[in-house]
């Protein structure tokens, strides 16, 4: 899978949350997030002016930009959890500080479940 096949992906499956994601469809879609947001955030800054410090303010071009990838990004993020069998409700371990963080990095790398799984077909294969 490569980049634009992965964004075309995501979004063609805005908020399906059944079935499961390869490894490089999420990190090619988190690749996708990070330039975009780096990209609105740089428009904001040339078209609105500076943001202030003292404020956590967020432009309007990379809110809504943030505002348009958020379900994708949900469900691609369920989706890859389905992949290496667990369910989508470990997504809130996000939650907690550093430890949440460093256990949904480590999953996020993990080679996903061979063959089918209680979530649907390997998606390799398909």
């Known amino acids: 899978m490569n980049f634009i096949t992965a964004v075309k992906t995501c979004f063609s499956k805005y908020v399906t949350f059944q079935g499961r994601a390869r490894r490089a469809e ?3 879609w988190t690749l996708f997030v990070l330039i975009g947001n780096a990209i609105f ?30 379900l994708p990004g949900l469900s691609v993020w369920v989706r890859r959890l389905h992949d290496i069998n667990r369910s989508g409700w470990w997504a809130f371990l996000i939650l907690i500080p550093i430890i949440g963080w460093v256990i ?10 061979e063959g089918a799984n209680r979530f649907g077909p390997d998606p390799i294969t398909e």
């Not at 949904?104 to 479940?113: D, N, Q, S």
């Open 26 to 28: 999420y990190w090619w």
């Open 41 to 70: 955030g740089g428009a904001d800054t040339i078209f609105f002016g500076v943001p202030d410090p003292d404020t956590s303010s967020v432009g309007v071009l990379a809110g809504l930009f943030s505002l348009a990838v958020f």
């Open 104 to 113: 949904m990095l480590v999953w996020a790398l993990t080679k996903g479940t």
